[in-house]
């Protein structure tokens, strides 16, 4: 009897893996012989990465930071196209200048907190691409904020018509530095906030 209920299930088993092999095609070699078909290897997992407590702070740090760029960057781009039009804006010299400055702080934080968690992260195949053109955008936009703060136009030398040319030509050099460096620093802003999306 247990032979008999053995024997069953043999046959049970090779009727099952005649009816498995015969739903998979069978590969003939070129003089028209055939193979065993071959073994299907087992599907490919991304790799995890795994990033430091500091890496999660630093992040942490540079996003809440961030939420001032596009505030600081609308309000120092109305002092400006105010002080433009009217060179003698008194106190809105002042604040445009410490708005300016905030900008320059923010960009100096956020350029070491990102740089520092780009090199962490540059194993993780993940979102790569973006994080470099996020990081070229804003490094390109921090150097164009530190040259608009060299290139400041000074209402010292006005009393002279070189004095007034120069601080004219600077005054024009100074608002496109400033537009530019806001436009690429916006893009590069804007390219992190939609990535999460």
Same mark, same amino acid.
């Given at each position: 009897?247990?032979?008999?209920?053995?024997?069953?299930? !043999?046959?049970?088993? /090779?009727?099952?893996? $005649?009816?498995?092999?015969? $739903?998979?095609?069978?590969?003939?070699?070129?003089? &028209?012989?055939?193979?065993?078909?071959?073994?299907?290897?087992?599907?490919?997992?991304? #790799?995890?990465?795994? +990033?430091?407590? !500091?890496?999660?702070?630093?992040?942490?740090?540079?996003? +809440?930071?961030? +939420?001032?760029?596009?505030?600081?960057?609308?309000?120092?781009?109305?002092?400006?196209?105010?002080?433009?039009?009217?060179?003698?804006?008194?106190?809105?010299?002042?604040?445009? &200048?410490?708005?300016?400055?905030?900008?320059?702080?923010?960009?100096?934080?956020? &350029?070491?907190?990102?740089?520092?968690?780009?090199?962490?992260?540059?194993? /993780?195949?993940?979102?790569?691409?973006? =994080?470099?053109?996020?990081?070229?955008?804003?490094?390109?936009?921090? &150097?164009?904020? #530190? !040259? @608009?703060?060299?290139?400041?136009?000074?209402?010292?030398? @006005?009393?002279?018509?070189?004095?007034?040319? =120069?601080?004219?030509?600077? =005054?024009?050099?100074?608002?496109?530095?400033?537009?530019?460096?806001?436009?690429?620093? $916006?893009?590069? +802003?804007?390219?992190?906030?939609?990535?999460?999306?």
């Amino acid at each position: 009897m247990v032979f008999c209920s053995s024997l069953m299930t !043999a046959w049970a088993q /090779d009727d099952a893996d $005649t009816q498995i092999a015969s $739903t998979q095609p069978e590969a003939t070699q070129p003089d &028209g012989t055939q193979t065993a078909p071959a073994p299907q290897q087992p599907a490919a997992h991304p #790799v995890a990465t795994t +990033y430091s407590d !500091a890496y999660e702070l630093r992040l942490k740090i540079h996003k +809440y930071a961030s +939420y001032a760029t596009l505030p600081l960057f609308a309000t120092e781009l109305a002092l400006g196209e105010s002080l433009y039009s009217n060179p003698d804006g008194g106190a809105k010299k002042g604040i445009h &200048g410490a708005v300016g400055a905030g900008i320059i702080g923010l960009f100096g934080v956020n &350029g070491v907190t990102g740089i520092w968690n780009l090199w962490e992260s540059r194993h /993780d195949e993940n979102g790569r691409k973006l =994080r470099i053109a996020h990081s070229v955008l804003m490094l390109a936009a921090t &150097g164009g904020f #530190v !040259a @608009t703060w060299a290139t400041a136009p000074s209402t010292d030398d @006005t009393g002279t018509h070189q004095g007034l040319a =120069r601080f004219d030509n600077n =005054r024009v050099l100074h608002r496109n530095l400033a537009i530019s460096s806001i436009g690429v620093g $916006t893009a590069g +802003y804007l390219i992190m906030l939609f990535k999460r999306k």
